[in-house]
């Protein structure tokens, strides 16, 4: 289902939902896009967590640049001004508004709240987990992060990190830096490389998808996941 989440900048974030079976309380997780937007397959993976018992909300996190854009593959001109347009601030205040939202609800435990995200949406998904009490976190290949490894001593729940080791988007210095970060500041964290993946391996409907890193990925994060949201 589709519904709108109104920020505390006033602007209006649309977002899609996927319920478990059940009346609950369930656990919640919230998904970020990659800069493909909110499309058919990013439902598909909150309609996953949802079969896995997650109530999932997937934000639009380019509301306030280009409301609803989603696309299936990836036209440079188009997205890396969306991409370049979103910030800090305005990812903190999405990550919030979908957490309240999520908090509000009859059928969420709200102990047991998680982020996942995906390029940019991983770089969300570490950012909530720096702002927000959230039980756990999961970043896929998440871009950008170096600025951001100031906020490694905020995170609130474990962390997930997945690689692709041929992913030239993100050297391996720039991964380096970020387990350095979490090493740092005491953090606990679950670093994964899988070397012969690229970057949006677990989209499979780009042809980078790789899928037995996909369907291992999933496996790890499902045993994450029942670890770190234990009732």
Known sequence: MQIVIRCEDGSEMGAYVARPRGEGPHPAMMVFQEALGVNSQLR????R???AGYVAVAPDLFHRISPGYEADAIVM???MPLV???TTEGLVGDAAATHAWLMQQPDVDEKRIAAVGFCMGGRAAFLANSELPLAAAISYYGGSLGPLLDRAPNLHGPHLFFWGGIDKGIAPAQRRAVIDAMETAKKKYVNVEFSDANH???????DRYNAAAAKQSWALSMAFLDEAMKP
Do not use: S, T
């Open 44 to 47: 598909g993976v909150a309609d």
């Open 49 to 51: 967590y949802a079969e």
């Open 77 to 79: 001109e188009i997205v």
């Open 84 to 86: 370049k347009a979103l």
């Open 200 to 206: 949006a391996f677990f989209n499979e409907q780009v």
